[in-house]
């Protein structure tokens, strides 16, 4: 399971958004041969890549939020931590700014930020993609914030196949699995809303959409082949430093809900390359018996029928409190010894 949000933001207008004809003169020209027809469908923002970045660096300092990965402007890394460094939010922004002074009151088509961030339970890579130039009907910051469980972190030198025998020891039965799945839930959630308002407030927005759906990843081949897709792959597995260790139990996710006959509700299962396969809502569906929780049919071959079980189901590739049962994973086995097993769902 990969916890996952998506933010977009619309800045207020009197703060960001002006629309402008072009002012070169074959621009000029051909603005008015076409009557202005791609103004439109598209919204042209007139603010700079520094004045942006102004704006969101103020937004993650005061989510403390100060650990940046990477920084790229229109498909240029200006930043990328290579080596795993805390607290370079500042560093980044600087060097950016150096960088960019001479062509500060240009603009630019894309900027796109990946960040990380820790609370000790969930480790989160918070992706900012901001576009200038935009449809009518989409918000121009989009902000996609994933989370992984720490607790299932993979120990050092540990195989996916050898850590999908450790987890399958967590679970006695789907209670066990619900509560613990449920837990971190609720965190993500927390972190997420409050990181909304934080971009709410700091932006000035006037309008504001969040979506929470966590994500369940449906491996068919061996995780070697799959560390190859990298640029498609789900952000988690796309090769940040430290992440394949973080990341790797959700390449068993989905085999230990199969075997656990988990009622899988309101997530969506994606593929290697994050398209979403399918989306269930919160009628949910036995994921013991489900054609797409069964490692042994490829993509093609699931039955799509599983939809009409699936609640508000989509098909477009596009608090639970603690209590005796819930699993201490202090131990070096990481708890209980209940011999649930990952069913084959870790792509091996």
Same mark, same amino acid.
């Given at each position: 399971m990969i916890l996952n949000s998506k933010i977009?933001? $619309?800045?207020? $207008?009197?703060?960001?958004?002006?629309?402008?004809?072009?002012?070169?003169?074959f621009a000029k020209l051909l603005h008015s041969l076409t009557s202005g027809l791609t103004s439109e469908k598209e919204k042209h923002q007139t603010f700079t890549?520094?004045?942006?970045l102004q704006e969101i660096n103020i937004a993650l300092r005061q989510a403390n939020i100060n650990n940046?990965?990477?920084?790229?402007? #229109?498909?240029?890394?200006?930043?990328?931590?290579?080596? @795993?460094?805390?607290?370079?939010?500042?560093?980044?922004?600087?060097?950016?700014?150096?960088?960019?002074d001479a062509l500060s009151g240009t603009l630019f088509n894309d900027l796109y930020l990946v960040l990380e961030h820790d609370d000790g339970q969930l480790r989160y890579l918070i992706e900012i993609d901001i576009q200038r130039v935009h449809?009518? #009907?989409?918000?121009?910051?989009k902000i996609?914030?994933? @989370?992984v469980i720490k607790a299932l972190e993979a120990k050092s030198g540990e195989t996916p196949e050898q850590l999908s025998q450790r987890l399958g020891q967590l679970f006695c039965n789907s209670q066990d699995f619900d509560k613990f799945t449920n837990r971190n839930r609720l965190i993500f959630d927390r972190f997420t809303q409050s990181l909304e308002q934080q971009f709410r407030m700091s932006i000035r927005c006037e309008d504001v959409k969040l979506e929470t759906k966590p994500q369940v990843l449906r491996v068919k081949e061996s995780h070697s082949s799959f560390a190859n897709k990298r640029k498609s792959a789900p952000t988690v597995h796309q090769g940040y430093p430290g992440w394949d260790g973080f990341a790797m139990y959700s390449l068993c996710w989905m085999g230990m809900m199969s075997s656990l006959n988990v009622q899988a509700q309101d997530m969506d299962v994606i593929s290697e390359s994050s398209e979403v396969l399918l989306s269930i809502g919160e009628e949910g569906i036995d994921a013991g018996s489900a054609a797409i929780f069964d490692m042994n049919l490829d993509d093609q071959k699931f039955e799509r029928a599983d939809a009409s079980?699936?609640?508000?189901?989509?098909?477009?590739? @596009? #608090?639970?409190?603690?209590?005796?049962?819930?699993? #201490?994973?202090?131990?070096?086995? @990481?708890?209980?010894?209940?011999?649930?097993?990952?069913?084959?769902?870790?792509g091996s």
């Open positions: 977009s933001l $619309q800045p207020k $207008q009197e703060v960001l958004i002006e629309r402008k004809a072009p002012t070169k003169m890549a520094i004045s942006m940046i990965v990477r920084l790229a402007k #229109d498909g240029n890394d200006f930043y990328y931590d290579a080596h @795993g460094r805390d607290n370079d939010l500042a560093e980044a922004m600087k060097e950016f700014k150096i960088n960019t449809k009518v #009907d989409e918000l121009p910051i996609n914030v994933s @989370g079980f699936a609640g508000s189901a989509d098909n477009s590739s @596009g #608090d639970t409190d603690s209590s005796s049962s819930w699993l #201490d994973f202090g131990g070096d086995d @990481g708890g209980s010894s209940c011999g649930s097993s990952c069913g084959g769902g870790c």
